[in-house]
């Protein structure tokens, strides 16, 4: 069954549209987008107008391009967690849309008998909007936080609450403790969870300065749980950093394809991987780098 996964693409137009050219280019039977779906910021630049226009854009060009990517031949089912940024997710379910599955601490087990789990979670960032961050664990060190930071006061208003983010994550589970609880797979060597953030201390969170900015509690879960694969995003320049979009913890492959960052015209932007799900490390290729195992 081949995939196509993708993430961060932020509302950006011209990354959905390459989105849907590589769907019918690649023959895809599965898409996978792992977070960070809708614009980040308003035109307005304020805060209180950032969910009612991402669910503009959910309305006049997200949901319109789903349609067209589950009528292509191949495409059977698409699935999707949120991001840090994706205050308004919850309004890209209120009409369902056949073969769009909402994956976020949920499980699907695909005809083929493999299964896909989802996770959004973060550790905190620097950014305001705190909807999908936990502290990683107890321990874990955090970066500044600005204050005041905000959270949506729920998903039936687009009205944003302002929080102490100190006070506020602290009340909040940690994503440990989150992982602890996610639906159990029927064998995790024909499983494949799609997480927003990376794990720590890999080739796949790298931020400028050389810093690792992913999840020690993600980190530590696939190596406990050695699924076949795993799935990331988040931090949009780690392949550029570090020359890879994959990395191995133990036996398990883990992917973060980056997202575009260079200001290049004369090359496609997307950064995308396509494979095979029964025969990832023969078939796998990304739109940008072309290193191989």
Sequence with gaps: MKVLYTSDLHGEIDLYQELLALTISSSAEIIALGGDLLPSFPPTKRYEDMVPNQKTFIDQVLSPLFKRITKTASIQQVFLIPGNWDLGY??????????????????????????????????????????????????????????????????????????????????????????????????????????????????????????????????????????????????????????????????????NPGQFTSTSRDASKLHAVTFEMENIDRTLTHTRFHDRF
Excluded: C
């Excluded at 493999?114 to 979670?121: D, N, R, S, T």
């Excluded at 936990?134 to 039936?156: C, G, L, T, V």
């Excluded at 639906?183 to 997480?195: G, V």
């Design 90 to 255: 919850s309004y890209l379910f209120k009409k369902p849309t056949e073969g769009i599955i909402d994956l976020n601490q949920r499980s699907y087990r695909l005809k083929n008998g493999y299964e896909l789990i989802g996770y959004a979670f973060v550790p905190p960032t620097p950014f305001r909007p705190k909807d999908f961050e936990k502290m990683d664990d107890p321990e874990a060190a955090w970066p500044p936080q600005k204050n005041p930071s905000y959270i949506r006061a729920s998903d039936q208003t687009d009205q944003l609450i302002s929080v102490d983010p100190y006070l506020y994550l602290r009340q909040q589970e940690t994503i440990r403790e989150d992982l602890n609880r996610l639906p159990k797979p029927m064998d995790h060597k024909r499983t494949i969870y799609i997480m927003h953030s990376p794990p720590f201390g890999t080739r796949l969170d790298f931020i400028q300065g050389g810093k690792s900015a992913g999840s020690r509690s993600i980190k530590a879960f696939i190596e406990k749980n050695q699924p076949l694969l795993t799935l990331h995003g988040h931090i949009h320049e780690s392949p550029e950093l570090s020359r890879t979009y994959f990395d191995r913890i133990g036996e398990t492959l883990s992917i």
